[in-house]
Nanobody, 124 residues
Framework: QVQLVESGGGLVQAGGSLRLSCAAS????????MGWFRQAPGKEREFVAT????????YYADSVKGRFTISRDNAKNTVYLQMNSLKPEDTAVYYC?????????????????WGQGTQVTVSS
């Protein structure tokens, strides 16, 4: 059974940093591109960042470019999202997702598996 478990969320002041982790099990991790999405209250789930299976390709939403960094450790079956210079508008539930593809995707539909999410709250 595939499981994606996010951790590292919490409450932080504007300008602060958080590092999210997503531990994967039940799948061949290095065969999957991984993505991070987020959903704020009353809004649709939106793309944040994605990384190819090898880590050689990454894409970011314009709203987080230059502030967030996605990375992965295939030996640990884990993908990370380093979030710096956080803003109140980054407040959301953050989800990781796995996509069995050789290319990266920035939309929700290609992703095969999803985690339960971790709450990130940025206070002003």
């Amino acid at each position: 059974q595939v499981q994606l478990v996010e951790s590292g969320g919490g409450l932080v002041q504007a300008g602060g940093s958080l590092r999210l982790s997503c531990a994967a099990s039940g799948l061949t991790f290095r065969s999957y591109a991984m993505g991070w999405f987020r959903q704020a209250p009353g809004k649709e789930r939106e793309f944040v960042a994605t990384i190819s299976w090898s880590g050689s390709t990454t894409y970011y939403a314009d709203s987080v470019k230059g502030r967030f960094t996605i990375s992965r450790d295939n030996a640990k079956n884990t993908v990370y999202l380093q979030m710096n210079s956080l803003k109140p508008e980054d407040t959301a539930v953050y989800y990781c997702a796995a996509d069995r593809a050789t290319v990266v995707h920035t939309t929700r539909s290609p992703y095969d598996y999803w985690g339960q999410g971790t709450q990130v709250t940025v206070s002003s």
